[in-house]
């Protein structure tokens, strides 16, 4: 009796974690494509990005709240996955043989998600720090090169970082680990929630490939132009 009481708590608290992961990673899957919406507007150039930087800021103490509200929803992701994925580990060392079949496919893709998830992290502290605690707005490193003396803003603080070749490859590679990343968390989500049939899981998992990709795309283009614009056809 001790023993399926104590596998149903096991059960419980697994069943628990999978959910706190997949509500954090919904939250995050929207901060992702609203990011993505908001930075696509350095393509329509300096006023139109700037103009939707401010609103932002015009925000306040509701800016600060969805920041730490982000940043626990990342918190609480990160080390649940992290969690899981030891439990994983623990369950194919006693259970080899029994749970191998079971839970191999999904610690495979737990090991990517916890690489890819850790890309990310570092990613994002790179980009805070460089867009908004170094960011220089009205300064030398906002005035761009070719577009006058005056100061261009965040768009010229994003559009210089850009140039430098070297940065631009790490938010390539980075945002193409979020795209991977998401590919795979999106259906795992709804699998987790029960939002999906078994039959339906497949279309699923096709659907959160392609937005995946559509992610990786869109962020790659914002540096891909702004390096094509200051070193091939000139701002």
Request: proline share 1%; charged share 15%.
């Amino acid at each position: 009796m001790r023993s399926k009481t104590t596998l149903g708590n096991r059960f419980t608290t697994t069943v628990g974690k999978e959910l706190i992961v997949g509500v954090t990673g919904i939250l995050l899957v929207g901060f992702v494509l609203g990011h993505l919406a908001g930075n696509l507007l350095l393509l329509l150039g300096p006023e139109a990005f700037n103009d939707y930087a401010e609103k932002l800021q015009s925000l306040g103490e509701l800016l600060w709240v969805a920041r730490i509200g982000l940043i626990v929803a990342l918190v609480a992701h990160v080390s649940m996955a992290i969690n899981l994925a030891r439990a994983s580990r623990q369950a194919r060392g006693s259970q080899r043989y029994d749970v191998e079949k079971i839970v191999g496919r999904k610690a495979s893709a737990t090991r990517f998600m916890i690489i890819s998830g850790v890309t990310i992290l570092a990613f994002l502290l790179f980009h805070i720090y460089d867009f908004t605690i170094s960011g220089d707005i009205t300064g030398q490193g906002s005035i761009v090169e070719g577009m006058g003396e005056e100061s261009m803003g965040l768009y010229g603080v994003v559009f210089n970082s850009f140039a430098n070749p070297l940065r631009s490859l790490f938010y390539v590679i980075a945002v193409c680990g979020v795209g991977l990343h998401l590919s795979h968390a999106i259906s795992s989500v709804l699998v987790t929630l029960g939002a999906l049939t078994e039959k339906s899981t497949d279309k699923a998992e096709l659907a959160a490939k392609v937005i995946g990709l559509a992610v990786a795309v869109g962020f790659s283009s914002i540096p891909l132009y702004i390096l094509l614009r200051a070193h091939v056809i000139g701002v």
